[in-house]
């Protein structure tokens, strides 16, 4: 297939109690490419877990996700099968997105069908999506774990501590494939094997609690496949570990990515891992994507405050230094709808403006080989170069000729475009937030008030 396999557009999570309300993600976009890996990196609270629990819709209550939210998912097999469960809620749209068939159901559609042929059981789908927002919980629960799988940082808190790997293993393989007795031994012990576990007919017969660390995340890893998803959404499954079996679990998914044409979502707090397993990243900041880019432009070229302070404060890319750098503060816990920079209290470079105006995406002005100059004169790269014999250069120019995204580098800061003199970015940025761009204040109160229809 060509383009995205899972899109996000303009994600709003916000949890509403009697207190506040915490807009935990607001506005987030992004899309992951077949056989791509994003990075969504940021300090903790800036809104990637939330992120990555709302397309599995594991949000419970008090969170709520905006229904003008988007989760698109692409895999056509599964599309074509949904609208034929679904005939009367998919909506037809030329290559252009406009509807194009009389009785395209655009109320409640939530099956986008963008070509093919047929209707009913003849039905064919070359390009089209389901919402993963507007969708019935049925079929959110036949993506969850079907389609797309979850692995957690706590990998001995995700397995069940009562029953043998084996057993949780069988159990996966009867509900997502059907598969039972000798047979679900015999793909339980393949699964065991293909990440990387020993001796694996002996080792099913054993608790979570006889695995190593290191161990038990390739066995969540291994419950993960079981299913046979297409996307991993992986939420810092190596931080708990030390780095030596961090590297082994990013050459493990890496692996896995290959065999078996896995997307995947990485989250992480850490820049260096993002060097490691990226394709392309998107920087979080307080529920925002702040920075977006390929892997290889966000480090020789970071544009955003913020990442270039994540940047400086990896060791071994700032040279031989006594001290590190570090971001003074905090991530501040977002409640209001954005009228301003979210990172202007931290930020070496705010300038008035910064408390007054939202900055929206604008292009980097990078053209791919380049050598760039930075709003404040310099190129912001000193002393973060990737070191391209790890292969991440290579990853990054594949992943580009994937999904042509060395052209989207995207930066959310009033500094860029920076060809433009002040008075015109500071228009830019106001004329895109009022297009809508970004969440508006009318939007914001309905996902701060009572559910409505569609809301998960
Ligand atoms: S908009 Fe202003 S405060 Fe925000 S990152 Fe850019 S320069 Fe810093």
């Known amino acids: 297939m060509t ?20 807009r935990a993600v607001d506005g987030v976009s992004f899309s992951v490419a077949p056989r791509h890996t994003l990075g969504l990196v940021g300090e903790s609270g800036s809104g990637k877990s939330v992120t990555a629990r709302s397309i599995l819709g594991l949000i ?4 709520r996700i905006h229904p003008d939210s988007a989760i698109r998912y692409h895999r056509p097999a599964f599309v074509q099968r949904i ?19 009389d009785g395209s159901h655009d109320g409640n559609a939530f099956v986008t069908i963008e070509a093919g042929d047929g209707e009913g059981t003849s039905l064919t ?12 919980e049925n079929v959110v629960q036949s993506v969850r774990g079907g389609e797309i799988a979850m692995v957690f940082q706590d990998a001995l808190g995700s397995l069940n501590p009562v029953y043998t790997v084996g057993n949780q293993l069988r159990e996966l393989l009867g509900i997502h494939r059907g598969l039972r007795g000798g047979a679900a031994t015999e793909a339980a012990a393949e699964l065991l094997e293909s990440v990387g576990i020993p001796d694996p007919k002996r080792r099913l017969k054993e608790y979570p609690h006889q695995f190593s660390g290191g161990m038990q995340q390739r066995a969540t890893i291994a419950l993960a496949l079981a299913c046979d998803p297409s996307v991993l959404l992986c939420d810092e499954p190596t931080t708990a570990l030390d780095v030596t079996i961090q590297a082994q679990i990013l050459e493990l998914l890496a692996r896995l990515q290959r ?3 896995l997307s995947i979502v990485f989250i992480t707090h850490d820049m260096g891992v993002i060097a490691q397993i990226a394709d392309s990243v998107a920087v979080m900041y307080a529920g925002e994507v702040v920075e977006r880019a390929s892997v290889g432009r966000l480090f020789d070229h970071p544009k955003h405050p913020y990442t270039q302070g994540l940047l400086r404060s990896i060791p071994g890319l700032t040279g ?9 503060g905090s991530v ?5 709808p954005p009228t301003d920079c979210r990172y202007a209290p931290r930020c070496p470079k705010a300038f008035d403006e910064c408390k007054m105006i939202h900055p929206e995406h604008v292009p980097a002005e990078e053209p791919a080989g380049s050598e760039g100059t930075g709003a404040d004169g310099t190129d912001g790269t000193e002393g973060t170069h990737v070191d391209e014999t790890d292969g991440t250069a290579e990853r990054s120019e594949d992943a580009a000729e994937r999904t042509g995204d060395a052209a989207e580098h995207t930066v959310a800061c009033l500094l860029y475009p920076d060809a433009e003199p002040l008075e015109e970015r500071l228009r830019t940025h106001r004329q895109r937030g009022d297009l809508g761009t970004a969440p508006d204040a009318a939007g914001a ?10 809301e998960r």
């Open 83 to 101: 609208a034929r469960e679904y005939p009367d809620r998919v909506r037809w749209v030329d290559g252009d997105g406009d509807a194009d068939r």
């Open 320 to 328: 031989e230094v006594d001290r590190l750098p570090t971001i003074e």
């Open 445 to 454: 109160d309905a996902a701060d008030g009572d559910a409505t229809e569609g």
């Open 3 to 22: 383009g995205p396999l899972l899109e996000v557009e303009n994600l709003r999570t916000t949890f509403v109690t009697d207190q506040e309300t915490i």
């Open 125 to 136: 789908v070359d390009r089209g999506s389901v919402d993963l927002v507007a969708a019935p």
């Open 60 to 63: 419970d209550d008090p969170g």
């Open 332 to 336: 501040p816990t977002p409640n209001e």
């Open 259 to 261: 065999e078996r044409d």
